[in-house]
């Protein structure tokens, strides 16, 4: 069964390839529904696949299909490498991608390029599955690029509106600091090991030397801080809300942003290699992120950009595992945050589906008894993410903790802090958009003004505070009633199944007992060897555990007294520094526009002067002495015979000054 591994990618590339040249032909919504079964079927084979990995040596089975680059000593094949890790990544990534497609199908009902919106979705999955199953570094970027184009395709799907365009190219060219990152790295695992393909290289880690592996892990944390958005890299990613919700879903939840995870676990014996220096700076980075963005999208009222910036913070919290050296536990909040980020993302699409196009939390309240299935799964992806017991993220939340305490109690500390700011601003948009009073119709004119009055006070050296979102488009109709409803069908089961396992995925790691950490066994023969030891006692466990349902629980009571109650102002929490980023994002827009152009022009004319100079030159004088050289050559026998015999004399003068006579 081992053996229709090559079919997980060929299925969504069949559905891309028919959509290319079929697709307006076959209109809505069969493209739709073609473009679903693909990848409901690459699910399918994906656990046919996985009953047959269990009967491998070490669940490890390698296929090679054909050479790709035959170059002297340097070889690159189309093979796949499918182990624990990687067939982990391929089940949640086609079965979460199979429900965002049929998601899509509702969500996307009457758009004009409705079968390009399904051609772009199988050629991003069939490019996350390239990234994830391929053998090599350089099939990894295949699929890695694959993953950066599609998402500027979909990021930008409505390019008609400007703010779209530019949220897809800021993605592109972000993006590419990282490939750069990516490149490099890739280079020296060749000149260093003569190799670029795992299972050659990887084992060969211990034995190199520690600078070279630093450098090597390092160049790929810059590619994986590009893809998977961590500071100061990860300015993209908010923006990227601009395209299509079920975008937002697939992109934020279980695919794009996870590579750079994927690939930092998938190295990790290059990280054991390098020094001590490199994973403290990966857990420092990873923890500043998850903190930084918490604080951000306490302040946010875009209900799309809370969830980003939500992102942005779990992913810096699965970096915070690999710097510790807890793999398991990075991958395990990986797939619990695939399928309770994939449930509000896609929660957060009904609700928009269901306010006519509205994003912003202030024209929200109430819409729990309108939109009841919405509303009840999306509870259980804010529980699930706000660490409540029994829920998924309470169990691989806790276990990153773990680890980090086993490193650091000040990364501990801080991941705490960041536990309590995440309960605390899930719970603010669960509070506005589904309690609290109804501010979505005619009588909200007045709550608006009010809101938009705030809005213009809340002002910093000449600054707009973000607050608002800027949703002007939205409040203009703020004088007609909108009547919210429940979203279709196919919208709303990929909702009830996400937060099934949203509800349940943490019993694949318990930390009661050997026994019941089946993740963690399943991913030894990966990270085994590299994986920090913890020796939990029955004390310290229930000690973790116990503080970290505390600090859930508190940080939803802050938001009730704050949101429900109104006890404290918000106004007080939700601060212009905060909303507009730490000002991260201007400050990088102003050096790119100001001292950072300039410098550019100043190496662009080091080039042209100076490199492209001396290359001129050298070309400009081999002209000039071929030119000179060419009057030599004239034509006439007599000029010949007079260089003949010339030369002849010369060689005689030159033996007899040899001759010891």
């Known amino acids: 069964m081992v ?6 990618p060929a299925l969504p590339l069949a559905g891309f390839l028919v959509l290319l040249f079929l697709g307006k032909r076959i209109g809505e919504p069969f493209a ?5 079964a693909m990848v409901g079927l690459s699910f399918v084979v994906a656990l046919v696949v996985f009953a047959g990995l269990w009967n491998q040596p070490e669940h490890t089975y390698e296929l090679t299909l054909f050479t790709w680059i035959p170059a002297g000593s340097f070889q690159v094949d189309i093979g796949f490498l499918l182990d624990p890790l990687s067939m982990a990544m391929v089940l949640f990534v086609t079965g979460i991608a199979a429900l965002i497609h049929l998601y899509s199908i509702g969500y996307m009902h009457g758009d004009s390029r409705f079968p390009r919106f399904f051609t772009y979705l199988n050629l991003f999955v069939f490019s996350m599955l390239m990234l994830v199953l391929g053998d090599n570094l350089v099939l990894t970027f295949l699929g890695w690029e694959g993953v950066g184009a599609c998402s500027y395709f979909l990021i930008s799907f409505w390019f008609e509106k400007d703010e779209n365009a530019s949220a897809g190219k800021k993605a592109f060219i972000t993006n590419r600091v990282g490939d750069w990152g990516f490149m490099v790295g890739t280079f020296v695992v060749f000149f ?76 990790n014996p290059i990280l054991a290699a390098s020094a001590s220096w490199l994973p403290w700076m990966i857990a420092i980075i990873g923890c500043a992120t998850a903190f930084i963005a918490a604080t951000i999208a306490i302040a946010q009222q875009d209900i799309k950009k809370v969830l980003a910036y939500s992102t942005v913070s779990q992913l ?52 729990r008894k309108l939109m009841p299935v919405t509303a009840i799964t999306f509870i259980v992806g804010w529980l699930a993410i706000s660490g409540v017991p029994p829920f998924s993220g309470f169990w691989s939340k806790d276990d990153i903790l773990a680890y980090a305490l086993h490193k650091s109690p000040v990364l501990y500390v801080f991941g705490l802090i960041t536990a309590l700011m995440t309960a605390f601003y899930m719970s603010r948009l669960v509070f506005r958009v589904f309690y609290g009073d109804a501010r979505w119709g005619e009588s909200a004119d007045a709550e608006l003004a009010n809101l938009d009055a705030h809005d213009l006070s809340a002002t910093t050296d ?27 069908r196919t919208m709303l089961i990929p909702l009830v199944v996400l937060a099934f396992f949203a509800a349940i995925a943490g019993v694949m790691n318990l930390p009661f007992t050997e026994n019941l950490e089946f993740l963690n066994r399943w991913l030894e023969p990966v990270v085994g060897a590299n994986q920090a030891v913890l020796h939990l006692g029955g004390g310290q466990l229930a000690f973790e555990l116990i503080t970290s349902t505390i600090v859930a629980l508190t940080g939803i009571a802050l938001a009730y007294y704050v949101y429900l109650k109104k006890r404290i102002d918000a106004r007080r929490i939700e601060l212009p520094f905060f909303a507009n980023g730490w000002y991260i994002d201007q400050g990088i827009t102003a050096f790119m526009g100001g001292i950072g152009r300039k410098a550019f022009e100043m190496i662009a004319l080091f080039d042209s002067v100076v490199i492209d100079g001396a290359v001129n030159g050298v070309g400009r004088a081999t002209r000039g002495g071929a030119a000179r050289l060419r009057n030599v050559q004239n034509g006439y026998v007599r000029w010949y015979a007079l260089m003949i015999g010339v030369g002849a004399v010369f060689i005689v003068a030159f033996v007899l000054t040899q001759v010891n006579f």
Do not use: C, N
């Open 3 to 8: 053996e229709l591994l090559w079919l997980i």
């Open 32 to 36: 739709g529904w073609l473009g679903t």
């Open 192 to 267: 260093a090991l003569g190799t670029v393909k795992y299972t050659e290289f990887l084992p060969l880690a211990p034995g190199i030397a520690a600078t070279t592996a630093t450098f090597i892990a390092l160049m790929l944390f810059i590619g994986a801080m590009g893809k998977s958005a961590q500071i100061p890299l990860f300015i993209w990613l908010p923006d990227a809300m601009a395209g299509p919700t079920p975008v937002s879903a697939l992109i934020h939840a279980a695919t794009m942003v996870t590579a750079g995870v994927y690939l930092m676990v998938r190295i």
């Open 316 to 367: 810096g919290y699965m970096f915070l595992a690999v710097g510790v050296g807890g793999y398991s536990a990075a991958v395990f909040h990986m797939i619990t945050h695939a399928f309770f980020k994939a449930l509000m993302f896609l929660g957060a699409g009904s609700v928009i589906h269901g306010m006519h196009e509205e994003q912003d939390m202030r024209r929200m309240g109430a819409l």
């Open 462 to 488: 000449g600054h707009e505070s973000d607050a608002a979102g800027d949703h002007s488009d939205a409040h203009a109709d703020a004088g007609h009633a909108i009547h919210p409803h429940e979203s279709p």
